[in-house]
């Protein structure tokens, strides 16, 4: 059994700051990809950004230069800081993981989301 939970949502002011993290737990053997994504209202899922290790992290157009995303291996732990924020960043945002675990003595790979955290940008 694995687990992805996030924390860190709220409500800020346009141009405020808010930094949300995303702490894996369970059988754990490895982790490859860890990511965040957000739905608004109305909207699809979007991507907004991902990290591997040893591979430069990925932003969408929208966040590049605002967002940074780092995380934590050895506390299978994933971050996003986010700066300038602005209305249009008001979403639910969702925590992804793509993680292999352990099953009775064998290996699942296998793609894993939190349960969500709200984020509101007030104007």
């Known amino acids: 059994q694995v687990n992805l939970v996030e924390s860190g949502g709220g409500l800020v002011q346009a141009g405020g700051s808010l930094r949300l993290s995303c702490a894996a737990s369970g059988s754990i053997f490895s982790i490859k990809t860890m990511g965040w994504y957000r739905q608004a209202p109305g909207n699809q899922r979007e991507l907004v950004a991902t990290i591997t290790s040893g591979v430069r992290p990925g932003y969408a157009d929208s966040v590049k230069g605002r967002f940074t995303i780092s995380r934590d291996n050895a506390k299978n732990t994933v971050f996003l800081q986010m700066n300038s924020m602005k209305p249009e960043d008001t979403a639910v945002y969702y925590c992804?993981?793509?993680?292999?675990?352990?099953?009775?003595?064998?290996?699942?790979?296998?793609?894993?989301w939190g349960q969500g955290t709200q984020v509101t940008v007030s104007s």
């Open positions: 992804n993981a793509d993680i292999v675990a352990r099953y009775s003595g064998s290996y699942r790979r296998s793609d894993y």
